[in-house]
């Protein structure tokens, strides 16, 4: 089901799982201290993960850093009693909106009905909680405005607010020494809409924050890595569609042929969907 990988000294990461919607999860490992990146989408998502990577059922990180406010990134918090859990200050926000929901089958389906939850992460949720529903939200112990600097003791992590059309609260760990920039979700597009949707404004200005990291590996925390290549021809692909999504007035079929042209070959499923994206959210 899941596989733990190491890249460079300090950094490994668990596979992500589509089914249940696990994403991958960080862990950086310095001489001083322990930082894990996102608490899993459930206790037992958290758990497995740092059993493995640690290699010691009493070993915990030392801090969590979680990337947004989403459910698969933070219901594995309860299984961090003694780690100290670091958020953006909106990340809080949202995640305190979350405090009085109930998770029964029949309360989230009321919620997908009424439009406050989607389909997609309902389905996930049944799967990843098949035989107990005690969820548990846990509030991150600090917070911070936009940018925090963690010194692990021989390698530093960057924890920057970089937003993004998925979610505005969206952060970005960029460890240093290992020029890795872990993305979490922040390049998808808004899932929690009408209509799934990148905004041309908003998928430009992103890409150029994420720029100014000089990165060799990016992670997204539903893919395998990409090498800084790789990323760079993912970005080149949104900002193109971004500027042929302006410049055709969001006209769908005008936008996949300028694009069809700019590749010089026939469009595959993944950019009809994408381009289809940008013009839900022209």
Same mark, same amino acid.
């Given at each position: ?6 890249? %460079? ?14 994403? $991958? ?37 030392? #801090? ?11 219901? %594995? ?18 995640? !305190? ?12 389906? !009321? ?91 908003? $998928? ?14 990016? $992670? ?20 193109? #569609? ?38 839900? %959210?022209?």
């Amino acid at each position: 089901m899941h596989t733990i990988k190491k890249i %460079g000294q300090t950094f490994s990461y668990i596979t992500p799982v589509s089914l249940t919607d696990r994403p $991958i999860l960080g862990m950086v490992v310095g001489n001083n201290k322990t930082l894990m990146i996102d608490a899993g989408n459930s206790e037992d998502h958290a758990k497995y993960f740092i059993k493995e990577t640690l290699k010691n059922e009493n070993a915990s990180p030392d #801090m969590v850093v979680l990337t947004h406010w989403h459910w698969d990134h933070i219901f %594995g918090l309860p299984a961090l009693p003694d780690t100290i859990s670091i958020a953006f200050a909106k990340t809080r926000n949202e995640m !305190e909106k979350l405090l009085p929901y109930s998770w029964s089958d029949e309360a989230i389906d !009321e919620r997908v009905k009424e439009g406050t939850e989607i389909e997609f992460c309902a389905k996930a949720i049944k799967e990843e909680y098949k035989d107990h529903r005690d969820i548990q939200v846990v509030l991150p112990d600090v917070t911070f405005d936009h940018r925090v600097e963690i010194d692990l003791g021989g390698v530093t992590c960057i924890v920057q607010h970089v937003g993004g059309d998925h979610a505005a609260d969206s952060v970005i760990v960029y460890v240093k020494e290992e020029k890795i920039l872990f993305l979490g979700d922040c390049i998808y597009p808004k899932m929690y809409a009408e209509k799934v949707h990148y905004t041309v404004k908003e $998928i430009l200005r992103l890409l150029d924050e994420l720029a100014a990291f000089d990165a060799e590996t990016y $992670i997204p925390s539903h893919q395998r890595p990409l090498t800084k290549e790789e990323f760079l021809q993912e970005t080149d692909k949104l900002r193109m #569609m971004a500027k042929y999504t302006d410049l055709c007035g969001g006209d769908k079929h005008r936008i996949e042929s300028e694009y069809q042209a700019y590749i010089n070959r026939e469009l595959d499923k993944n950019e009809i969907e994408t381009i289809t994206y940008f013009v839900n %959210g022209y």
